[in-house]
Structure formats: structure tokens, C-alpha cells
């Protein structure tokens, strides 16, 4: 977790944030210690007459199950094997969170999971992809806008059952098979550790309080995060080989402020951290690999965004793009391209609203970047990569740590962050490295 000392009102907030997530994940760590399930069976198993939750007569209603873990019979839903269909769960809120998880990590499996009206529950480790109707951009995980303080956690989400082969797949694969992975249309969401494969757009959050951390997105067709609510976090996310099918403009993360509030709409307390972002790991010659933007905030207001520690290997011009910004910081990042290591592309840039009103009071620092665009001053504070090989260690490879004795080592005295994207404790020598990765 990353905190600063150049302003106060972030280091609060930002910390106050990372102490509330530790203390929810303390709380789900201390109610995870699994010695009494109560049982939910798939369709496949037959119905006991007298189900009490037992492994020999598990129920078949997740509400039923629930009710049971309320009632002291058990601390927590198990979902026993099997294939579960396209479910629909609605109106289940208990007054406490109760975790519902597969019994064997990712045995539970469903085609489609609809979750509708629920609280206070804690889903994970279940399968989700499409067995024989194809998702055409249907969300496959859909939390709708009645449920809140739902956590979705270890999930294995697929466009199809083979999306780890998805390097293989023809267009006509992706133009039928690309379902959005995870969809959160509530307040209070958390989606955490999950992986999927093989989607058209990977987690999109519209609503306030979401936190995204730690989830692996491999094969996309659209934007690989969104983020549309105030007071959210996306933090260690890994988003990688963006596949164009169409004339979208994809980006890694892209976000907007409300459409319907009228022209000084604002998203506010937003931070983007430790996230890495690579637009392409296979074959350079593939047909479908796409040009790829990497964090877009392109119709403002956003305020009190940090936009902070994230490795960003694109090669369209948005590299990170705010536009109407407001209080908010771009520090540490690293934005450079996949295999041109020259010119300008990706760039940071920091530009008026929509509406011509500028932005204001937005720190762009001890960035490495391509170039910058509508930022003068910029270079005093940041590094253009006007050679590649003489700052990183490999450019050619894919490793952007900062070359031994070059200049983006120890070049940072005044400001303090505690850890790149990677988790190295910051600094290992004098002072903080430019960019996103410190020198171990």
C-alpha cells in the first residue's frame, strides 16, 4: 500500500482507505475458518424430502442455506460440485455477511450468475463461463443496482470454457463469445483476486464505494477496467492483451462522470494504484492484437483522483489522459511503449473539460513517460524517454526497471512513496527511483 507526504488531505484519506480494507479482510479472515458448512447442492444432485444442510441432504435454495448460517447451523455456505446452470439470485440480505464459497475451489461452476437485490454476502472461488449459448457482450457475473456490500472474490470468469487458448480464436470467436466478465451496478462492491479470461470488457464498477484489487484480466475486446463511482479503489489489478473485434477505443482503465447530472458532474476520491497494464504479451504479427489506451478520463470533472504507482506498456497516445481534473496527483507512474522506444507516444497529458473550463490543481510528478502533452513544466519534474536503453534495464524484454546507475535512480528526494507496483519497499538507496518500479 502506497501513502505520501506532499499533502495531507490524500496521505488521510488514502490511508484511512487502506486501513478499512485490512480491517474487512481481518474481519473475513477471522469468520473464514471452515469447521461447520452448510451445504448447497447443484440440480444434478436429487432433492432430500427433510434437507437440513448436511452434506448427505444439502439444500438446493442458496436463500434456505443462508437462513441456516443465520440460524448458528453452520458458518458458511458451501457449494458442493457441479454445474450449477444460469442462476439467478435475488432478495437474499441477511444482517450480517455470510460467505458463500465453493466447497473444492472452483468445482462450483455456473453459465451465467445474476446477482439481484442481495447484501452482506461474500461469494468465492466459483467458475462462471458460458457452456453453449454465447454471451454476445451479456455480463457473465452481474451484480445489479439493488445489491450492495457484496464481495466477489477468487472467481475463475471465461468468455467460454477454453478462454486460456484465446490467442487462437478467429474474430468470429470474439464477435460471439466476448460477454463482459464482471459487471457491479451497486454501492459497496468489492471485487477481489478474481481471474478472467477471454472477455469483452473485463470489471466495470458504476457506482460509489467500489474496491477492485488483485484481479488478473488476460484477453479483452473492450476496456479492461471501469470505474463511474466516487470513493473507489483499483489497486494491483494486472490487465493484459486487449484484442480489437471492433471500432471501440479500448483502454485499460477508462472512466466518466455522470452523463445525466449536468456540466459540472464531477467523480470524486478515486484512487488508481500499483495497477500494470500491457496491451500485448504474445505474437507482435497477430492479426487481432489492438492499440490499446492505457488510464482514460476523458469527459471530467474528477476530483481528488491519484493516479499513482502503475506500469503502462500502450502504444495509442493516451498513456494517461485526464481531462478536467481537480485535486488530484499523477506521480510514479511509468508509461512507455511495447516497441517503439521513441517518440511520443504514450504520453501523460492533462487538458481543459470538455466544456473548455481547466483543469486545476493537478501534481504531475516523478513520472517516466514517452512525452507530455499540454504540460510545459513537466520535464522539471519528470522524465521523457528519449532513450530508452540508457534508463531501463531491457526495454526489448519487457523489463522496465530503472538501469543500474542511470539517471531515474535516486532522483526523487522529495517525495516518499512506500512501495512501487511491484511491493519493493521504496527507497532502496538515497531516494525514491522515477517512475513505477524502484531499483532493488
Known amino acids: 500500500m502506497t501513502c505520501f507526504s506532499f499533502r495531507t488531505d490524500h496521505v488521510l484519506r488514502r490511508c484511512a482507505l487502506a486501513f478499512f480494507i485490512l480491517g474487512l479482510f481481518s474481519i473475513w479472515t ?23 444442510g448436511s ?65 452482506n454476502l461474500h461469494f468465492m472461488d466459483l467458475s462462471v463461463w458460458p457452456r453453449s449459448t454465447p454471451a454476445k457482450r451479456r455480463p457473465i457475473v452481474r451484480s445489479d443496482s439493488a445489491s450492495a456490500h457484496i464481495t466477489v472474490e477468487g472467481f475463475d470468469i471465461r468468455g467460454r470454457e477454453d478462454g486460456a487458448n ?13 460477454g463482459t466478465g464482471l459487471q457491479i451496478l451497486g454501492p459497496n462492491v468489492t471485487a ?23 484481479n488478473v484480466i488476460t484477453g479483452f ?31 485499460g482503465f477508462q472512466s466518466w462522470s455522470p452523463r445525466n447530472q449536468g456540466a459540472a458532474a464531477a467523480i470524486a476520491n478515486v484512487t488508481i494504484a500499483e495497477n500494470i497494464i500491457l496491451e500485448w504479451t504474445g505474437d507482435r504479427s497477430h492479426p487481432l492484437r489492438c492499440n490499446l489506451q492505457g488510464i482514460g478520463l476523458f469527459d471530467g470533472f474528477y476530483r481528488n483522483f491519484e493516479i499513482v504507482n502503475n506500469l503502462l506498456v500502450v502504444s495509442a497516445y493516451h498513456g494517461i489522459a485526464l481531462y478536467g481534473g481537480r485535486d ?16 511520443q507516444a504514450p504520453w501523460v497529458t492533462v487538458r481543459p473539460h470538455r466544456n473548455g473550463t481547466p483543469s486545476k490543481n493537478v501534481e504531475v510528478r516523478n513520472n517516466v513517460a514517452m512525452s507530455y502533452s499540454n504540460l510545459p513544466q513537466a520535464l522539471a519534474e519528470n522524465v521523457a524517454v528519449a532513450s530508452a536503453a540508457t534508463l531501463f534495464q531491457s526495454p526489448a524484454t519487457g523489463d522496465f526497471t530503472p538501469r543500474a546507475n542511470g539517471p531515474l535512480v535516486d532522483g ?8 512501487d507496483v511491484f511491493g519493493t519497499r521504496r527507497p532502496q538507496g538515497r531516494h525514491n527511483d522515477f517512475g513505477a518500479i524502484e531499483r532493488p
Not at 30 to 52: C, F, G, I, N
Not at 166 to 178: E, F, P, V
Open 166 to 178: 484465446y490467442m487462437q480464436w478467429s474474430l468470429a470467436d470474439w464477435q460471439i463469445w466476448q
Open 192 to 214: 477481489r483476486g478474481n481471474r478472467l479470461t477471454a472477455v469483452g470488457g473485463g470489471i466495470s464498477s458504476s457506482r460509489a464505494g467500489a474496491v477492485v484489487v488483485d
Open 328 to 343: 488530484s496527483v499523477i506521480v510514479h507512474n511509468t508509461v512507455v511503449h511495447p516497441e517503439t522506444f521513441t517518440g
Open 30 to 52: 477471522a469468520s473464514s475458518v471452515t469447521a461447520a458448512p452448510v451445504y448447497m447442492a447443484p440440480p444434478s444432485v436429487p432433492p432430500s424430502p427433510t434437507p437440513d
Open 412 to 419: 526523487v528526494p522529495t517525495i516518499i512513496s512506500i512501495t
Open 221 to 251: 475486446s473492450g476496456d479492461g477496467l471501469r470505474g463511474i463511482g466516487d470513493n473507489s479503489l483499483f489497486r494491483g489489478n494486472r490487465v493484459q492483451d486487449c484484442v480489437d473485434v471492433d471500432a471501440n477505443h479500448d483502454d
Open 55 to 119: 452434506a448427505r441432504a444439502p439444500y438446493h435454495s442458496l436463500a434456505e442455506a443462508v437462513v441456516a448460517v443465520t440460524a448458528g447451523q453452520g458458518d458458511h455456505v458451501a457449494l458442493m460440485d457441479g454445474h450449477y446452470g444460469a442462476r439467478v439470485w435475488s432478495g437474499i440480505r441477511p444482517a450480517e455477511t455470510v460467505l458463500v464459497r465453493a466447497a473444492d475451489p472452483g468445482q462450483a461452476h455456473f453459465d451465467y450468475l445474476d446477482l439481484n437485490g442481495l447484501r
